[in-house]
């Protein structure tokens, strides 16, 4: 049984909504490297805002390429973490998982999109969130595996 | 405790359900201009439809934005609203606030996608839903604050 | 009542968790091409592995197509399957529907991205589950119409 008594319920609920705010803020920053370029995918946005149009410029791509790695990344977290906890995990080690996870996917951002750094920060930021969510599925598919 | 006999409950079921039937017809949109213009991105579709293989054609990109854009949202909103449901809101209000958010999310194709209109309809259309997603986000972290 | 014991809920939770570790997997597929090709879309990664840039190379945008291809319709899937489970059908039709849904999308990958296969191979993978997609929203939909 799943209940909102339990920590690592809390702590996923937690940990998620702040994952779902972090993704929504990337847009913030696409808009905002838009609006110091005066650049813009649209010819009504460029038209609204006397820019142009321009769908190459590197530093938007930056920005939308952080954004899109999100979208293949923390869905699938929001998924797993959530079907991972039907498998009764120990709450202190599932709240640091969720901690740990979240915490590398802000730092993903920041080397990637806000103050782009050498590598291997950004495979580093990456890898480690990335075992975490295999670790979460190769439990819940190991759990429920007679469901097959 | 969060049931399926809660109004609010039920409304985000019905909602959610809304919005991915909306996604997925991003999908038609996209293989209507596809197929009207007999652009494809793969070589096999294009030698199967009498078409040609083209990247950059402005009305299929500009479907393809919209389509991103819904994924750049809506997972979101499920994830959040569902999370939002077990900070136990006043139903009347949680099921205005998914009307609201499903009702922007659908003008905002329509505004980008269907019938492009000057902005800034579409601006409007995505930052009503936008702060949706913060409100929820922010009364959810502010709810399970404690499972830091 | 949505439940642990509850056949389908189980099949549930085992088929959205191997297609998250499907969904993961594309990573890996984009980063064998990018690695063979030594094509890279970051500079920092160009430098780090001796290779260049590249941001329009056939064979890995083809991997990155249906990697997108994922995001627009696993999501999807995820919450439909949840919602569709509030609907109590009987466990062996849903676990059918999710066991087809899981294996034509593996198989949607795999004439795309791994062995690209002529027409109708990719259509009839992707149609199979759109279709199963939107038989469980229509299905939430009927149930759940006297929240609107």
Same mark, same amino acid.
């Given at each position: ?16 909504? %702040?994952? *779902?705010?972090?993704? /929504?803020?990337?847009?913030? &920053? =696409?808009?905002?490297?838009?609006? #110091?370029?005066?650049? @813009? ?32 990344? %923390?869905? *699938?977290?929001?998924? /797993?973490?959530?079907?991972? &906890? =039907?498998?009764?995990?120990?709450? #202190?080690?599932?709240? @640091? ?52």
């Amino acid at each position: 049984m799943v209940t909102l008594n339990d920590p690592a319920v809390q702590s996923y609920i937690l940990y998620s909504a %702040i994952l *779902a705010l972090k993704v /929504l803020t990337m847009a913030l &920053l =696409t808009g905002r490297v838009r609006f #110091a370029k005066k650049i @813009f995918a649209n010819e009504e946005d460029a038209k609204a805002s006397k820019g142009r149009v321009k769908l190459d410029d590197p530093d938007v791509e930056r920005v939308r390429r952080a954004h899109l790695n999100d979208l293949e990344n %923390i869905p *699938a977290f929001w998924i /797993l973490g959530a079907l991972y &906890l =039907t498998t009764a995990p120990a709450a #202190a080690w599932a709240t @640091f998982l969720f901690r740990v996870y979240t915490a590398s996917r802000i730092i993903h951002t920041i080397v990637y999109a806000v103050k782009p750094m050498p590598q291997p920060s950004r495979a580093i930021a990456y890898f480690i969130p990335y075992l975490i969510k295999w670790y979460m599925g190769i439990k819940v598919i190991s759990h429920f595996y007679g469901a097959m």
